[in-house]
């Protein structure tokens, strides 16, 4: 199984940005990944579909202050988070998924460890 190492999560107020790493033992260059994300009670939701290693597809709640990318070099995924909510609060996953235009967790094939973003208001 591949080993897919998160780190970056922590605690902010409202308003305020985070980083999070999510480090490949392969290639990132045409990978296809994303960033997932699960709050408690609730079901896993998809935040960015990333295909042959470009973002395609945000979550509409996170448009245009979420911002996926990576570091071919460190084989290092990236998702900086800025404007957090606290409806932003959850454990964020990176995953390797299939290569398919859908942001779903069925198609996941490697997971992340997960880490903890909250965001206090």
């Known amino acids: 199984q591949v080993r897919l190492v998160e780190s970056g999560g922590g605690s902010v107020q409202a308003g305020g940005s985070l980083r999070l790493s999510c480090e490949a033992p392969?290639?990132?260059?045409?990978?296809?990944m994303g960033w997932f994300r699960q709050a408690p009670g609730k079901e896993r939701e998809g935040v960015v579909n990333?295909?042959?290693?470009?973002?395609?597809g945000y979550l509409d709640s996170v448009k245009g202050r979420f911002t996926a990318s990576r570091d071919n070099a460190k084989n290092t995924l990236y998702l900086q988070m800025n404007s957090l909510k606290p409806e932003d609060t959850a454990t964020y996953y990176c995953?390797?998924?299939?290569?398919?235009?859908?942001?779903?967790?069925?198609?996941?094939?490697?997971w992340g460890q997960g880490t903890q973003v909250t965001v206090s208001s």
């Open positions: 990333i295909v042959s290693g470009t973002p395609q």
């Open positions: 995953a390797r998924k299939r290569c398919t235009s859908r942001l779903s967790a069925a198609d996941v094939t490697d």
């Open positions: 392969f290639s990132l260059t045409f990978a296809c």
